[in-house]
């Protein structure tokens, strides 16, 4: 019942179209199938010429347009799309099977919405596309809101820039810092986002067995228990403090030292993680029932990191780039369900506050010496 819910909720109202573009046809019906199903209109494309024929015709609300096609391929389609003025306010999600990030990022640039990458998770892609069906429509009424203030007094131009710069910043800072957090720095002049080099704790967490799990289930029993699995560790990161830099599927990284300095940055991420542990635990319990196989993995290191906004004008992230958060990943690949393992270099900052075991010299992927790990016990 939850899962027909959650997807009942990304249902449209009849209003949008939606134009498919894929040079493979059984791949268009599929996705026209699934978006009529919630009350999308469609128009399929089975090429990239196609595809910016119908646009010109039938002027549609979104474009979904995948990225490999024979004729125009998908990053052309969307460079034409956006050299042409009379379609600024269409939506484009591209598709995709590679994950080839210079690819994205190509796409990305040229004006790309968002993506989704092959083979679709449904509450994923209908998620999707209503973010940026409602992103445009945004833009679109603070377009008309601007005219009309234009025409009353273009003096109220700058103030009105200010305020949108306002609430952009709000929202950036309240989707990546706990309420604290962001409250402080939308209250102080400046920006948290400059790039500098500051000493943070990483941590990654992973869900062991997911790739199995994701392989026998169905998508709605996939999401479902991702957002179940975010739901329990969510409210604990920004308890603690931490930065939400991204999520990976079926696991995230945080960190915590940057923007906002804490002294204790290694104790505080270790207290987390084990917090995490014991309350993920108590779903696992369910997990394991039910026949999922799923525990969680985390791994922690501290070290120098450069922080700063990374991205492009329409999606920027903040993140702390540097081998110490490559040392976290590595830790966390090697975590077992259950497991927290620790950098030596965390475990010298926590004083003894932990009890520890070593695990010994362990050899991580682009690392040239072995690590010494340990794991809370």
Not at 133 to 161: G, I, S, Y
Not at 167 to 183: D, G, H, I, M
Not at 208 to 232: C, I, Y
Request: glycine share 8%; net charge negative; proline share 3%.
């Amino acid at each position: 019942m939850t899962d027909l819910s959650l997807q009942t909720g990304f249902d449209d109202s009849g209003s949008h179209t939606v134009l498919v573009a894929d040079d493979l046809e059984d791949n268009v019906m599929i996705l026209q199938t699934f978006l009529m199903h919630h009350n999308y209109k469609t128009i399929p494309a089975y090429s990239g010429t196609e595809a910016l024929q119908l646009i010109e015709k039938h002027r549609p609300n979104l474009v979904l347009v995948d990225l490999n096609m024979p004729d125009l391929n998908g990053l052309d389609v969307i460079k034409k799309i956006r050299s042409n003025d009379q379609f600024a306010n269409l939506g484009i999600i591209l598709l995709t099977a590679s994950g080839d990030v210079d690819r994205l990022l190509q796409s990305f640039m040229a004006g790309a919405d968002d993506y989704i990458q092959k083979p679709y998770h449904h509450i994923e892609m209908l998620a999707r596309i209503q973010s940026v069906l409602k992103m445009r429509e945004a833009q679109m009424k603070l377009l008309e809101v601007n005219k009309r203030l234009d025409e009353f007094n273009r003096d109220l131009e700058d103030t009105v820039a200010k305020q949108v710069d306002e609430l952009e910043k709000a929202n950036r800072l309240r989707r990546y810092f706990s309420p604290q957090v962001a409250e402080k720095f939308i209250n102080e002049e400046g920006t948290p986002f400059a790039n500098k080099r500051n000493e943070v704790t990483v941590v990654f967490l992973d869900l062991r067995g997911f790739t199995a799990f994701a392989e026998k289930h169905s998508p709605e029993v996939v999401m479902s228990t991702l957002s179940e699995f975010h739901s329990v560790v969510g409210p604990i990161i920004f308890e603690f403090d931490a930065t939400l830099e991204r999520f990976t599927g079926d696991g995230l990284m945080c960190f915590l030292g940057a923007p906002s300095p804490e002294a204790r940055h290694a104790s505080k991420a270790v207290d987390m993680a084990v917090t995490m542990q014991q309350n993920v635990a108590k779903i696992v319990d369910r997990w394991q029932e039910a026949g999922y196989g799923l525990a969680l993995g985390i791994g922690i290191s501290t070290g120098m990191a450069s922080t700063g906004t990374i991205g492009f004008e329409k999606r920027l992230d903040y993140a702390a780039i540097g081998s110490v958060t490559n040392l976290a990943a590595r830790l966390c690949s090697k975590a077992e369900g259950g497991e927290i393992l620790l950098s030596e270099y965390t475990k010298e900052q926590l004083g003894g506050a932990q009890k520890l075991k070593s695990k010994g010299g362990i050899s991580l992927k682009g690392f040239s010496k072995q690590i010494q790990v340990y794991s809370i016990v």
